[in-house]
């Protein structure tokens, strides 16, 4: 009976060092040159854009970055100060709508900045990668966060 444990014992030892050794090897490899370090690069490699395309959406997403940081550091302020509000009882709603505004104001404010970014970068692209765009933009919308 001893006997069998200690070669049951070798067994899960031996597949738990192999294990261990794949994974090791496994994330030392480099990544893959396709591998995409941002949205510019995904975007440049969707579209098929060329130096000068790239270099202008990454201006243009340089700019709308910090264009919409101060609406991102407020939403995640009032956000903070909203559920701050889940032990006050009773619950100031009026407060709580108008913080709800807030946020919808902020959150509208980045859509139209995310649009008009977008229609400076379909006005870089070509007609082939317009239709891509428009593609990859009705895409990128449906998914989820």
């Given at each position: 009976?001893?006997?069998?444990?200690?070669k049951?014992?070798?067994?899960?030892?031996?597949?738990?060092?192999?294990?261990?050794?794949?994974?090791?090897?496994?994330?030392?490899?480099?990544?893959?040159?396709?591998?995409?370090?941002?949205?510019?690069?995904?975007?440049?490699?969707?579209?098929?854009l060329?130096e000068?395309?790239?270099?202008?959406?990454?201006?243009?997403?340089?700019?709308?970055?910090?264009r919409?940081?101060?609406?991102?550091?407020?939403l995640?302020?009032?956000?903070?100060?909203?559920?701050?509000?889940?032990?006050?009882?009773?619950?100031?709603?009026?407060?709580?709508?108008?913080?709800?505004?807030?946020?919808?104001r902020?959150?509208?404010?980045?859509?139209?900045n995310?649009?008009?970014?977008?229609?400076?970068?379909?006005?870089?692209?070509?007609?082939?990668?317009?239709?891509?765009?428009?593609?990859?933009?009705?895409?990128?919308?449906?998914?989820?966060?």
């Amino acid at each position: 009976m001893n006997r069998i444990n200690n070669k049951t014992l070798l067994l899960i030892i031996a597949v738990l060092l192999l294990s261990n050794i794949f994974l090791l090897v496994f994330y030392r490899l480099p990544p893959k040159e396709n591998q995409d370090k941002g949205p510019v690069d995904y975007m440049a490699r969707e579209l098929n854009l060329d130096e000068r395309q790239r270099a202008g959406f990454d201006e243009l997403w340089t700019a709308n970055r910090a264009r919409n940081k101060p609406y991102y550091d407020s939403l995640r302020l009032i956000k903070d100060s909203l559920f701050g509000l889940l032990p006050v009882q009773p619950a100031p709603d009026s407060q709580i709508q108008a913080m709800a505004l807030l946020i919808n104001r902020y959150d509208n404010r980045i859509l139209l900045n995310n649009f008009d970014h977008f229609k400076k970068l379909r006005a870089i692209c070509d007609p082939g990668q317009q239709v891509k765009l428009d593609t990859v933009i009705r895409k990128m919308g449906r998914r989820r966060r």
